[in-house]
């Protein structure tokens, strides 16, 4: 992969999940489209990329004074347990059910999004 295209797909994965939506949205089919990354091998590769951007993020919110802590506990936990549940589950499926899964995520993801900016004449500004 060349130093541009990845340094691209960083700076888009950044810009999303430094909005908190999530990176991998973006890089996954980045990587895979634009560049025939494996699907399996560009999931772990938006997981490496996550830990930094996601620390980051974080901080920055923490200081804005925008991390809401209530039920903090109640989602991760189940989340760290389901998160290793699934990767397991993901290594063992092939490529095609990996790419066809996470194309059905992204419509439903799109069609909730367009079904909120529909409803909310404001765009969703106070």
Same mark, same amino acid.
């Given at each position: 992969?060349? !130093? @541009?295209?990845?340094?691209?797909? %960083?700076?888009?994965?950044?810009?999303? %999940?430094?909005?908190?939506?999530? %990176?991998?949205?973006?890089?996954?089919?980045?990587?895979?489209? =634009?560049?025939?990354?494996?699907?399996?091998?560009?999931?772990?590769?938006?997981?490496? #990329?996550?830990?930094?951007?996601? @620390?980051?993020?974080?901080?920055?919110?923490?200081?804005?004074?925008?991390?809401?802590?209530? =039920?903090?506990?109640?989602?991760?936990?189940? #989340?760290?347990?389901?998160?290793?549940? !699934?990767?397991? @589950?993901?290594?063992?499926?092939? #490529?095609?059910?990996?790419?066809?899964?996470?194309?059905? !995520?992204?419509?439903?993801?799109?069609?909730?999004?367009?079904? =909120? #900016?529909?409803?909310?004449?404001?765009? %969703?500004?106070?």
């Amino acid at each position: 992969m060349s !130093f @541009l295209v990845c340094f691209l797909c %960083g700076v888009l994965g950044g810009i999303l %999940g430094g909005m908190g939506m999530g %990176g991998g949205s973006a890089l996954i089919p980045l990587l895979t489209l =634009g560049l025939g990354v494996e699907q399996a091998a560009a999931q772990g590769i938006n997981l490496l #990329a996550f830990l930094p951007m996601s @620390l980051f993020a974080l901080s920055v919110h923490a200081r804005q004074g925008l991390l809401e802590r209530g =039920g903090l506990v109640q989602i991760i936990l189940p #989340a760290l347990l389901f998160s290793a549940l !699934f990767s397991l @589950l993901a290594s063992l499926l092939p #490529a095609r059910a990996l790419k066809t899964g996470f194309g059905v !995520f992204l419509i439903f993801l799109s069609l909730v999004s367009f079904r =909120g #900016a529909a409803a909310d004449p404001r765009g %969703g500004k106070s």
